[in-house]
């Protein structure tokens, strides 16, 4: 069973770093995905960017952190990454032209000696 430590909506991309809805968070040794980021559907500004900030993951078998929604933009910054199965996926989830995915100050680390999971 795979299993999330995080599910949490996305914060508005001119937000920065001062956005109260998922921030200095820590996920670690899940059996499944760090944090699952999705589109907050009260907002309309998600269609065109979502974005988290602040957050780090180490030692979870599988991403740090996903996304994959309908949205133009994706942006995260100011994250750590350490020995997860497959550190971040940021996607959108639209076909087309003038789309991005944008990481600022993302910090990855590797597989490291220190074993707290048995994957």
Do not use: W
């Not at 942006?75 to 087309?96: P, R, Y």
Request: proline share 2%.
């Amino acid at each position: 069973m795979d299993t999330t430590g995080f599910s949490t909506p996305h914060f508005e991309c001119n937000a920065g770093d001062s956005s109260p809805v998922f921030r200095d968070n820590i996920a670690h040794s899940i059996d499944g995905y760090g944090a699952i980021v999705y589109r907050n559907d009260a907002s309309d500004l998600g269609t065109n960017c979502i974005a988290a900030s602040r957050f780090t993951a180490y030692k979870n078998q599988f991403f740090g952190i996903i996304t994959n929604q309908a949205t133009h933009n994706v942006q995260f910054s100011n994250m750590t990454f350490i020995d997860n199965g497959h550190s971040v996926s940021a996607n959108v989830g639209l076909e087309g032209e003038d789309q991005s995915v944008k990481l600022k100050n993302i910090l990855f680390y590797g597989e490291t000696e220190a074993r707290d999971c048995d994957y």
